[in-house]
C-alpha cells in the first residue's frame, strides 16, 4: 500500500467523478436528453456483471489456480446460505468470517 | 433569504426524513462494513475517511478496494466504478421530473447524494406533488440523514478496525458484502445469467495482464444478460 500513497487521492477523486457524474447527470439536464430503452436494458446488467466478476474469482481461485476447496470457498458459501435464510444484516458477515477464520486455524 | 427555509421546504423535509428514518436503519452494517474492509486492505484511518467523503457510495467503495490492494491500473478501477455506479443514469433519469422548477445548484447536489434507498423512497411523491420547495426538502432530508449515517458509522468501522490483528482477513468482508448486494439482484432470471457469465468469463480469462478478465466479464455478463431477456420476452409472448 506505498506504491501509491501519493497518487491514492487522485484514485478516490476519479472514482467519486465516476460515481457523481452518473448521479446527477439527468437531474441536472433534466428532460433535456432521454436515454434510448436497449441502453437503459444493458444498463440494468452492468452492476450484477461487475460484482460477479470481482467475487466469483477472488473466492474460486488460489493464486490464479482453480481451487474447489479453499477456506474462502466455504465461507463465501455460509455467508450466501445466512443471506437466503435469514433477514439479520450482520448475520452473513458473522456465518462468513467464523467459518474462514475457523477453516484457516483449524487447516494451520 | 434562500429555499432552504421556505416553509414549503420544512413541510417536506420533515415527512421525507419521516418516510426513510426506518429505513435508514439498513446503512449502519455497510458503513461499519466498509469502514472496516478499507483498513483491511492498508489504507490510514485519513485515507479511509477521506474516500468515504469523496466518494459516498458503498458498492463503488466496496467494488474497487479488491482492484486498489492488488495495484490494477487506473483506468480499470475507474471503469470498475462506473460499471457498478451505471444503474444511477437510469435512477437519475427516474427522478429527474421530480427536480422540475429547481436551480442547477440544488440539482447538482442532489445528484451527489443521490443512493439507492433515498432514490426508492422519493420518486413517487416527488412526480405528484407541485410545490418545488417541499420536493427539494423531501429529497434532500433524507439524503443528508443517509450522508451522516454513512460518515459517522464508516468512522466508527475504521477506528474498530485499527484494533483487529491483522490475520483475521478483514478484508474478506468486503468480498461478503459484494456477494449479499448480488444476492437479491440474482432472483431474477436475466440478472442471474448476467451474473454467471460475468463471473465464469472473469475465471476463465483470469490468467489475462491488467486483471482484463473483469473487464472481459462485465462485458459478456451484459451481452448475457441482454440475450437472456430477450429470449425471456419471446417465451412470454409465445
Redesign the interface.
Known amino acids: 500500500m506505498n506504491a501509491y500513497d501519493a497518487t491514492i487521492w487522485g484514485v478516490f477523486i476519479l472514482i467519486g467523478l465516476a460515481t457523481t457524474l452518473p448521479r446527477a447527470s439527468f437531474i441536472v439536464l433534466g428532460n433535456r436528453v432521454t436515454l434510448p430503452s436497449v441502453v437503459q436494458r444493458a444498463l440494468r446488467y452492468a452492476p450484477a456483471a461487475a460484482l460477479a466478476a470481482i467475487v466469483v474469482p477472488d473466492v474460486l481461485l488460489v493464486s490464479g489456480e482453480l481451487a474447489p476447496l479453499n477456506p474462502k470457498l466455504a465461507a463465501a458459501g455460509a455467508a450466501i446460505g445466512a443471506a437466503l435464510l435469514s433477514r439479520n444484516p450482520w448475520l452473513p458477515f458473522i456465518a462468513g468470517m467464523g467459518v474462514l477464520l475457523g477453516l484457516k486455524h483449524f487447516l494451520g | 433569504m434562500t429555499i432552504f427555509s421556505s416553509p414549503g421546504f420544512r413541510t417536506g423535509a420533515r415527512e421525507g426524513f419521516r418516510a426513510f428514518l426506518p429505513l435508514s436503519v439498513?446503512l449502519i452494517?455497510w458503513a461499519l462494513?466498509t469502514g472496516m474492509s478499507m483498513v483491511g486492505?492498508?489504507?490510514t484511518p485519513v485515507?479511509a475517511m477521506?474516500?468515504n467523503v469523496?466518494?459516498?457510495?458503498g458498492?463503488?467503495?466496496l467494488?474497487?478496494l479488491?482492484?486498489?490492494?492488488a495495484?490494477a491500473p487506473?483506468w480499470l478501477?475507474?471503469a470498475?466504478?462506473?460499471?457498478?455506479?451505471?444503474?444511477?443514469?437510469?435512477?437519475?433519469?427516474a427522478?429527474?421530473?421530480g427536480?422540475?422548477g429547481l436551480a442547477?445548484g440544488p440539482?447538482?447536489l442532489?445528484?451527489?447524494?443521490?443512493t439507492d434507498g433515498v432514490f426508492a423512497t422519493c420518486v413517487t411523491k416527488m412526480m405528484e406533488t407541485e410545490d418545488k420547495d417541499w420536493r427539494l426538502g423531501y429529497y434532500l432530508a433524507p439524503s443528508i440523514w443517509s450522508w451522516l449515517l454513512w460518515q459517522s458509522f464508516a468512522l466508527v468501522g475504521v477506528l474498530a478496525a485499527g484494533s483487529i490483528p491483522r490475520g483475521?482477513?478483514l478484508e474478506?468482508?468486503a468480498?461478503?458484502?459484494?456477494?449479499?448486494?448480488?444476492?437479491p439482484?440474482?432472483r431474477m432470471r436475466?440478472?442471474?445469467v448476467?451474473?454467471?457469465?460475468?463471473?465464469?468469463?472473469?475465471?476463465l480469462l483470469?490468467?489475462l495482464p491488467l486483471k482484463l478478465?473483469?473487464f472481459a466479464?462485465?462485458?459478456?455478463?451484459?451481452g448475457?444478460?441482454?440475450a437472456a431477456?430477450h429470449w425471456h420476452t419471446k417465451g412470454e409472448l409465445a
Do not use: C, E, K, Y
Not at chain 2, 80 to 93: D, G, K, Q, W
Not at chain 2, 110 to 114: E, F, I, K, V
Open positions: 439498513g452494517p462494513v486492505i492498508g489504507m485515507q477521506g474516500m469523496i466518494v459516498f457510495a458498492t463503488a467503495q467494488g474497487t479488491p482492484l486498489i490492494a495495484g487506473l478501477i475507474v470498475t466504478a462506473l460499471a457498478l455506479n451505471l444503474r444511477f443514469l437510469i435512477f437519475s433519469a427522478i429527474a421530473q427536480f422540475r442547477n440539482r447538482w442532489s445528484g451527489h447524494l443521490l483475521w482477513s474478506f468482508m468480498t461478503i458484502a459484494l456477494m449479499v448486494l448480488l444476492i439482484m440474482a436475466p440478472m442471474l448476467a451474473a454467471a457469465t460475468g463471473g465464469l468469463t472473469a475465471v483470469n490468467g478478465g473483469l466479464g462485465i462485458f459478456a455478463g451484459i448475457a444478460g441482454l431477456d
